[in-house]
C-alpha cells in the first residue's frame, strides 16, 4: 500500500488550502485514516482522522477550521483535508496516515501504520 500527499504551498494567515492523500497498490482494511503534522522542533501530532465507520476526529487546535473526508477512486479511498482559516501555527509538514489491518504469517491480525511523504504547508502572516 503506498499512500501520496499533495496539496501543500504556502498560503497566508486566514487563507485555506486542501490537501490530498491518494492511495495506491492492494486494496486494504484500514481502522483509521487520517493527517498528522509536525512543526519544526516540534514533535509529530494528530491533527484529524476517520474511523472504520467515519466519524471524526479533530485536535483541538483545528476543530472548527478542518474538515476530514473520504471518497474512493475506484476501490481505493482517498484522503482529503479542507484547511481553512488557516494559522501561522498551522505551519509544518503534513503526512497522511493509514492504519491497517494486516494478517500476519501466524494468522493472526494487527494493526500497522502506513505513512505518506509528507507535504508542506506555510502559512505567512
Known amino acids: 500500500v503506498q499512500l501520496q500527499a499533495s496539496g501543500g504551498g504556502l498560503v497566508q494567515d486566514g487563507g485555506s488550502l486542501r490537501l490530498t492523500c491518494a492511495t495506491s497498490g492492494s486494496t486494504f482494511s484500514a481502522y483509521s485514516m487520517g493527517w498528522y503534522r509536525q512543526a519544526p522542533g516540534k514533535e509529530r501530532e494528530l491533527v484529524a482522522l476517520l474511523d472504520r465507520g467515519g466519524s471524526a476526529k479533530y485536535a483541538d487546535s483545528v476543530a472548527g477550521r478542518f474538515i476530514v473526508s473520504r471518497d474512493y477512486v475506484g476501490s481505493m479511498p482517498k484522503l482529503t483535508l479542507q484547511m481553512n482559516s488557516l494559522k501561522v501555527e498551522d505551519t509544518g509538514v503534513y503526512y497522511c496516515?493509514?492504519?491497517?489491518?494486516?494478517?500476519?504469517?501466524?494468522?493472526?491480525?494487527?494493526?500497522?501504520?502506513?505513512w505518506g511523504q509528507g507535504t508542506q504547508v506555510t502559512v505567512s502572516s
Open positions: 496516515n493509514a492504519q491497517i489491518f494486516v494478517r500476519t504469517a501466524q494468522g493472526m491480525d494487527e494493526i500497522r501504520p502506513y
